[in-house]
């Protein structure tokens, strides 16, 4: 006769729920700073923390032929270089960590524009999904060097989604507004309400005007009641919403700055505080006439590419407001 089985029984062991056993009980937003990296934002002005760069490299030469590479011009390497230094150096003299991507494959030539690549919410990114064809598969880019860092990807846009991370603003702790147009369809819109609706934040949606790029080239927050905005492009709903909100929406004042030298393509380093391109004398004094701190750096060179300082700084951190 054979001996009965004399093996423990696998009921109170730990593995299954017994004595040793240690509940996870904190939420995935209690884990960031934690078991996760300090992340994540949930307004505009908050003081910056980290920001995500990409110094270009020689990918940048492709810009020899501007429309190939959905630019304005031929940009100067070694200028360009130079002014993304500086821009760099200005974060970190302003306590800001800088990030650089450290692309794991050869870049692309737009891949500099970090800020198009995702958006930061209170629980990790979401990635973005570029529109162009030119910059499609940048965003492997940042999910590689998101993971390395420790921060939570919480969305990839699937299906015929595509969104950049320019075209989405927070309002307010529980409002994102998102421009819908070239580079944010509605299909990522929907996706957008879907993931931020799981966070209790609600989706404002705005249609750009034909021929724009993104939200963020028409309309920058700088503290918890005042944005500033392109008169006769930002969108009536989106002043309209800006407003009910209790902030002043300042107009600038010199278009031909706006456009020649990308005024008011800048970041926003805590309240009433902000980092934008150098040689701007009026938006400058327009600026500072509504208490703003400016704090300079040039990018003529690289604004050649179609940006400026915001869309070359991905947004990581920003203490909570």
């Known amino acids: 006769m054979d001996e009965p089985d004399e093996s423990p029984s696998t009921f109170g062991a730990a593995a299954y729920g017994g004595g040793g056993w240690s509940q996870r009980t904190r939420s995935s937003r209690d884990e960031i700073g934690h078991l996760w990296a300090g992340c994540g ?33 031929n940009l100067d390497l070694g200028r360009a270089q130079a ?57 492997r880019q940042v999910a590689h060097r998101l993971a390395a860092l420790g921060i939570p990807i919480v969305r990839t846009m699937r299906g015929t989604a595509t969104t950049e991370g320019a075209d989405a603003a927070w309002l307010d702790e529980e ?3 998102v421009g819908r147009g070239l580079r ?29 790029m993104h939200l963020m080239g028409m309309l920058r927050i700088v503290d918890r009641d005042l944005a500033i905005a392109w008169p006769r492009r930002t969108p009536h709903a ?41 040689d701007n004398p009026i938006t400058q004094r327009f600026y500072e006439k509504l208490g703003i701190d400016c704090v300079t750096a040039p990018a003529a060179e690289l604004g050649k590419a179609a940006g400026a300082i915001g869309c070359l700084t991905g947004i990581l951190w920003r203490e909570s407001v």
């Open 175 to 177: 409002t994102v507004l």
């Open 238 to 278: 989106a002043v309209k919403a800006l407003r009910e909100r209790g902030y002043e929406v300042a107009f600038i004042t010199s278009e031909d700055e706006a456009t020649d030298n990308r005024s008011l393509n800048f970041v926003t380093l805590g309240p009433r505080k902000v980092l934008t391109v150098a």
């Open 184 to 212: 944010t369809n509605q299909e990522a819109i929907d996706q957008l309400m879907w993931t931020l609706g799981e966070m209790g934040v609600s989706v404002i949606a705005v249609d750009m005007p034909f021929g724009t």
């Open 83 to 139: 002014e993304h230094d500086q821009i760099t150096e200005v974060y970190r003299t302003h306590g800001v960590t800088v990030h650089d991507l450290e692309p794991h494959e050869p870049a692309t030539p737009n891949q500099m524009f970090c800020a198009d690549l995702l958006f930061m919410t209170p629980e990790g990114a979401i990635l973005s999904r570029p529109a162009s064809t030119v910059r499609a598969g940048e965003e």
């Open 41 to 73: 934002i949930n307004s505009e002005w908050g003081p910056l923390r980290s920001v995500l760069l990409h110094r270009p490299g020689k990918e940048l030469l492709a810009s020899h032929d501007p429309d190939a590479v959905q630019m304005l011009g």
